[in-house]
Nanobody, 128 residues
């Protein structure tokens, strides 16, 4: 059974940095499509960054709102997914979710509907 467990969420000041981690288990594929999504109260879940875990972070998809500030990375040996978040803004405050899709497609999905497996989330709060 696929399990995704996020960690690293915290409360920080605007301009600060955080690194989120996602520990993945329950599958034996050498690479999968994984991503980070976020959901603020009263808003829909939105993509932050997604990509295949055997590719360079520079080829990942990033939402326009985080482009240049956030970076996704993978450790296929440890089955870990990371999200480095720099220059955080109050509007980055949300619950952040790790997601995985085990179907290999021409392109890694970029919407919540493309992903089957989800973690429980980790809260990020950015104060001004």
């Amino acid at each position: 059974q696929v399990q995704l467990v996020e960690s690293g969420g915290d409360s920080v000041q605007a301009g600060g940095s955080l690194t989120l981690s996602c520990a993945a288990s329950g599958y034996t594929y050498s690479y999968v499509c994984m991503g980070w999504f976020r959901q603020a109260p009263g808003k829909e879940r939105e993509p932050v960054a997604t990509g295949y875990t055997n590719t360079d972070a520079s080829s990942a998809y990033y939402a326009d709102s985080v482009q240049g500030r956030f970076s996704i990375s993978y450790d296929n040996v440890k089955n870990m997914l990371y999200l480095q978040m720099n220059s955080l803004k109050p509007e980055d405050s949300a619950m952040y979710y790790c997601a995985a899709d085990l179907l290999i497609k021409p392109r890694c999905g970029t919407t919540a509907a493309d992903f089957t497996y989800w973690g429980q989330g980790t809260q990020v709060t950015v104060s001004s």
